[in-house]
């Protein structure tokens, strides 16, 4: 015999509880008639649904620190070059 289908509202309503208001776990699943494994698999679920839109970002933002560095890295050497040149060119009579 299965369990009980529960909405997908009626979950992240029984989620909220605990995040939001600050109920404890086993208070709700009580109050729900439901088990603390189930409440704890919903919030996993959740968090995991919310998850990859951070991702996303966080995706984003490494590729922009990788292609700032390579800028960095560039810029280094050209200045680097730039300098050796300085220097010959000083070091040389007129």
Not at 44 to 57: F, G, S
């Given at each position: 015999?299965?369990?009980?289908?529960?909405?997908?509202?009626?979950?992240?309503?029984?989620?909220?509880?605990?995040?939001?208001?600050?109920?404890?776990?086993?208070?709700?699943a009580?109050?729900?008639?439901?088990?603390?494994?189930?409440?704890y698999?919903?919030?996993?679920?959740?968090?995991?649904?919310?998850?990859?839109?951070?991702?996303?970002?966080?995706?984003?933002?490494?590729?922009?620190?990788?292609r700032?560095?390579?800028?960095?890295?560039?810029?280094?050497?050209?200045?680097?070059?730039?300098?050796?040149?300085?220097?010959y060119?000083?070091?040389?009579?007129?």
């Amino acid at each position: 015999m299965k369990g009980i289908r529960y909405t997908d509202e009626f979950k992240s309503e029984a989620i909220k509880q605990i995040t939001d208001r600050g109920h404890a776990v086993a208070d709700v699943a009580e109050r729900l008639g439901v088990s603390t494994k189930s409440l704890y698999k919903w919030r996993q679920e959740i968090d995991c649904q919310k998850r990859p839109a951070m991702n996303a970002d966080v995706v984003a933002l490494k590729q922009e620190v990788a292609r700032l560095n390579a800028a960095l890295k560039r810029a280094i050497e050209e200045r680097d070059i730039l300098k050796k040149a300085a220097v010959y060119f000083a070091s040389q009579p007129e």
